[in-house]
């Protein structure tokens, strides 16, 4: 607390910064303005009241109250932060610039600062300027109050910024400290370690970690156990993607298959609102669709309780824009983690994940903090409304050679590992004249794959960008290419299910994390587990004899043409059915009183 203040603030206001960082944010505005009816020139305050009212969307009134704080005190650097938060959360990154530098002139040593003005600078892809505030704030000698938290969290910004650039020289030294970030002390999200390493029981400590952090124990919800089924359970499904996103890209259909009779479907979408195709489908097919962005994590929980929701699912996990917190607030009775984050979330009140024998084998229990559940085929539901490519694209249209063999990767780049480029640079070397068709999500990123290239060896004329395109198009282009290569460690998901859909095959390398086998399990779906490979030789080799033997090629690609739509991967109805049973079986579950356990749905299939 801060000594200057009057004693008698100093006592009152932990409760309105309580209510504030529990996202109680209509609270911590009514406590704000009763305390400056009392003390109307502390900033501290203001920067409250601003910075809730901020949070609840209401830019004019928070912009003002940002105004009242600096009038009172213009030299509170806090202020300044927060300033720069707000107009940087409104999209006016020139305002966010200038007060998060007014701040560090009144506060040379802010972590809080710097970590502000590099994340605004690398959203801006100011780079070289946002690596230059992130290694500013992670040198700064700790010797502030929460600094070690801040570290910790602008490490593992800086070292996603730079595996999003390719820049794997800037990141190489980086590694010691990356090694035991978020496993001891301070937790941090878990998600951008997914495609550092293939370490499944440290990806469950830094995850249970993390959650600790950023949930801490709330008081748990109670319900009352119904001694029947309800003649609908009601199923909440949570996310921020109900728009043009890969999740609702293979969800959409999930939502509309739902047997009414038997089941009630609501989603709760905290994310942007957007007029896209997805989003209105999305909101077609759920029975209720509740637009919660502007509510706290404990406001959702409570709205999902007063829907009487039987089993919450969280379509997010740990990955951006998540709100893991208000499963802490138990908005149901039961609660699973399903198709957005391929891992354990390491979190105490999420009772279920969803996965396969693929993803989650048997004796993996262990690297899991919740129960696993094993769906009879691929885990990830699939849409077989989805566009189906006509084959009217053309190799000319899209900047690619007409005689050569193409490899295409359509991964995020951030997913390219060094030891992804050198195996693919090697099957170039194999391979000649071969190109590598790559899609372009940064310039810079473009730019230093293209640099590594040369350093191997490999013209950089030969890795060829694709731009984004809105998802028909994508479809209708993916089939121009010969073979899909995937990433390690983290590997394709909605790309290979994409590639699959055009008739592509695809090769993979497995090794030991969710996150490197899904491509695994999409391919056994397929009935081609011969294009899975375990060791970086083997995954070279197979590509290399793919584009070497044609007519091999030509089989597998025939197969897919005219098999995979009638595989289970894409039988959405047969799916929707057994995650049904899923449903069933956890609340059967939670009916006798038993405690959660793993539920295996062929098991279940077998028994009906």
Known sequence: MQSHLPPSLRDRLPLALKAFSRGQFEAAVTEAQGLLVEFPAAPVLYNLLASALSKLEKGERSAQAFGYGLIADPRDSKLYNSVGTAASNQHRDSQATKAFRRSLCLKPDDVTGYQNLGALAERGSHLPAASKAYDRAVSIAPDQRGLKDRRAEVRIRWVNMLARRCDWHALEPLAPMVEGLGLEGPGVNPFPFLALEDAPARQLKRAANFAQTVTPPSAVSTFSVPGDRPDR??????????????????????????????????????????????????????DVFREVRGLSDEQIAEQARTDRIDIAVDLKGHISDSRARLFSHRP??????????????G???????????????????????????????CYQINDDQRYRP???????????????????????LYKVTEETFVDWMAILQRVDGSVLWLLNSRDDAVRNLSAYAAKRGIDPSRLIFAEPVPNPDHLERLGLADLVIDTFPY????????ALWAGVPIVTRTGEGFQTRVCASLLTTVGLETLITRSRDAFRALAGDLAQNRSRLDEIRKYLT?????????????????????????????????????????TLIEGV
């Open 233 to 286: 359970l009601r199923i909440g499904y949570f996310s921020s993607d109900f728009h043009d996103h890969a999740v609702m890209y293979l969800a959409a259909g999930l939502f509309e298959r739902h047997d009414r009779g038997r089941f009630e479907i609501i989603g709760y979408s905290y994310g942007r609102d957007s007029t896209d195709e997805n989003r209105r489908r999305a909101r077609g097919a759920l």
């Open 332 to 345: 149901a009775p039961l609660s699973a983690t399903y198709l957005g984050y391929p891992g354990t979330t």
């Open 347 to 377: 979190a105490t009140y999420i009772d279920y994940v969803i996965a396969d024998r693929v993803v989650a084998p048997e004796g993996s229990s262990a690297v899991f903090s919740e129960q696993i559940v094993r769906m009879p085929n």
């Open 390 to 412: 006509t084959g009217s694209a053309s190799r000319s249209m899209h900047g690619l050679p007409e005689d050569r063999f193409v490899f295409c990767c359509f991964n995020d």
């Open 491 to 498: 590997g394709a998901h909605t790309t290979a299910s994409d």
């Open 562 to 602: 005219e098999t995979v739509r009638t595989t289970p991967l894409y039988d959405t109805t047969a799916f929707t059915h057994d995650l049904e049973r899923v449903y069933d079986e956890m609340h059967r579950i939670y009916r006798s009183g038993e405690h959660p356990r793993p539920i295996d749905v062929a």
